[in-house]
């Protein structure tokens, strides 16, 4: 097939992948690609909402507190107040795209949840991002500049020189495009470009129980790593303390999301046996930050044997349960539970990495003409624990401030590069697909039991050992066999996989999202800075230890 080409190559349709697309149209001809359908995102299931200052009581510094307070330590302070300065002007951005915030009779509908000091969730009802993702995809798909291909999944970055395994890493590599598999007609596409942008999400898919959507396994983490980027501070993994429990639901398949904004509403967390338990554990109770929530659910559900906790509103009103939160009871409803008349059975899920792909705060990677925005970038705002809400705000301000950078890159940078013709010479179609699927949920199963919510250097020794051998017998599987879309999917997931654990062990304290049993207390002594790893700054980088395509 002969070359696609373009000035920008986006990869992923969330909330920063299309507003990135927007603004550059203007003045590029932007490729999009996307796994599934272009409305197939993580920002297509976030119900919250985006945090930002909006009421007269609020004020920057409150949220800037209260986002670095969440961080543990470990936010970046120039990109938070980025983030938060930049809030107002990116929600009227998005209402001058199209996007219709809930109102009341005093203006824009402000909700609150857990680690916020002040009312400040703009959203739409219980389904904001869902709103996000339409409304910008139909802008998108009305430009004449944005050419979105659905069913496409990136394979591996183009990059000169390229790096291997077992050498330091030259100055000057340059991403020029990627090799893309249409995996509707099991073709190999070759997209040159003059700047990447990763916006791929992110990687919850590498747990058993995740609220990620199928297409969130690491891609643009493992992508970028090959590919010689500096990526930190993965260990930091959110659990989302309340997802749907079902207990006839498959293992792997994405869990319902019960919003924070519920308990910003007033639901009580409680027992099996109906007595309330974050008072023991935090002083804002059930609005305390998500990862000491989501171990306060984690230690009752131990101590007591259970497999889920009870988030109660029936003593909220029933109609404005209903009105604010509809799609939450329209679900609860399909799965048997009537939010105004009986508790929720709620359980931790992986919901949000809030490490990735380093990058500044233009969102330059450490590659030339690579770019990062939105769950797959660290940008340092998040730190060990992301405040409710500020991702999608994150996402867009960052999509924003990398466009001013990847224009001056256009303009400044050489000609796009040849590229090497893709080849699949000496593969075979492999029939065995069987082992996929179980390589799949062997590693799904050992991350969730040894690199969950509370971890142990025995675990996480356990699951190193157990990944590192999973990777070769993957590898060996992938060089000899035809890609497809679940194998590329795997090869992502366990390198995403043993990168997590090595963050983990690297980091002997407990600090946010990262709560370790052999060393319980938070060391800013030793541990209050990023976990960086570089390529070949592990033992062991099987993924390139292979003839080139």
């Not at 100055?171 to 099991?186: F, K, P, Q, S, W």
């Not at 559900?301 to 349960?321: I, N, Y």
């Not at 209903?322 to 009986?342: K, M, Q, S, W, Y």
């Not at 893709?422 to 390589?439: F, M, Y």
Request: net charge negative; hydrophobic share 40%.
């Amino acid at each position: 097939m002969k070359d696609l080409s373009c000035d920008v190559l986006v990869i992923g349709s969330g909330v920063g992948g299309l507003t990135f697309a927007l603004n550059t149209a203007r003045f590029a001809d932007v490729i999009l690609i996307t796994k599934k359908e272009s409305v197939e995102s993580a920002t297509n299931y976030a119900q919250g909402g985006i945090a930002t200052v909006v009421a007269s009581d609020d004020a920057f510094t409150l949220h800037v507190a209260d986002t670095l307070t969440a961080g543990a330590g470990l936010c970046h302070a120039d990109a938070v107040q980025l983030v938060v300065e930049q809030g107002p002007s990116s929600i009227r951005e998005l209402m001058d795209w199209g996007v219709d915030f809930s109102r009341e009779q005093r203006g824009i509908s402000l909700g609150r949840e857990g680690g916020h000091s002040r009312a400040r969730i703009v959203h739409v009802a219980d389904h904001t991002g869902s709103e996000v993702e339409t409304v910008l995809t139909k802008r998108a798909r009305e430009t004449g500049r944005i050419e979105i291909l659905e069913h496409h999944l990136a394979i591996d970055l183009l990059v000169r020189p390229k790096v291997r395994a077992g050498e330091p890493i030259r100055d000057g590599i340059r991403c020029y495009g990627a090799y893309v598999l249409d995996t509707r007609n099991d073709e190999v596409k070759t997209i040159l470009a003059g700047a990447v942008v990763l916006a791929s999400g992110g990687s919850g898919v590498v747990y058993q129980h995740t609220t990620n959507p199928a297409i969130a396994t690491g891609d643009g983490i493992a992508m970028a790593w090959r590919a010689g980027a500096d990526v930190g501070n993965l260990e930091f993994m959110q659990f989302h303390p309340t997802a749907l429990y079902e207990s006839h639901g498959r293992a792997d398949e994405r869990r319902f999301l019960i919003s924070e904004a519920l308990r910003g509403f007033g639901a009580i967390l409680r027992t099996s046996d109906g007595e309330p338990f974050m008072e023991h554990y935090h002083p804002q109770k059930d609005l305390a930050p998500r990862d000491i929530v989501a171990r306060a659910i984690d230690a009752e559900m131990k101590k007591r044997g259970d497999e889920f906790v009870l988030l109660d509103c029936t003593h909220l009103l029933a109609s404005a349960l209903r009105e604010r939160f509809p799609n939450i009871h329209r679900t609860c409803l399909l799965h048997g539970v009537d939010i105004t008349h009986a508790p929720i059975p709620v359980v931790p899920a992986a919901h949000y990495m809030c490490g990735g792909v380093v990058t500044d705060l233009s969102a330059r990677t450490n590659i030339r003409g690579l770019f990062a925005v939105g769950e797959v970038a660290m940008t340092g705002v998040h730190g060990a624990n992301r405040l409710a809400s500020n991702s999608l705000l994150e996402a867009v301000v960052f999509a924003n401030q990398a466009i001013h950078a990847c224009k001056q890159w256009l303009a400044e940078s050489p000609p796009v590069l040849p590229a090497e013709a893709w080849s699949d010479e000496g593969t075979i179609n492999q029939e065995e697909w069987v082992l996929i699927s179980h390589d799949r949920q062997e590693l799904q199963r050992l991350m969730w039991d040894y690199v969950g919510i509370v971890r142990s250097d025995f675990r996480l020794h356990r699951a190193e050992r157990r990944v590192k051998l999973l990777e070769r017998e993957i590898m060996e599987f992938y060089w000899r066999t035809k890609v497809t879309e679940p194998l590329i999917e795997l090869r992502n997931l366990v390198l995403v996989a043993r990168l997590i654990v090595h963050g983990a062990l690297s980091r002997r304290e407990s600090r946010g999202l990262h709560f370790t049993t052999d060393y319980p207390q938070r060391d800013d002594v030793h541990f209050q800075k990023d976990t960086i790893l570089s390529y070949g700054a592990l033992s062991e980088n099987v993924q390139s230890e292979s003839p080139d395509p």
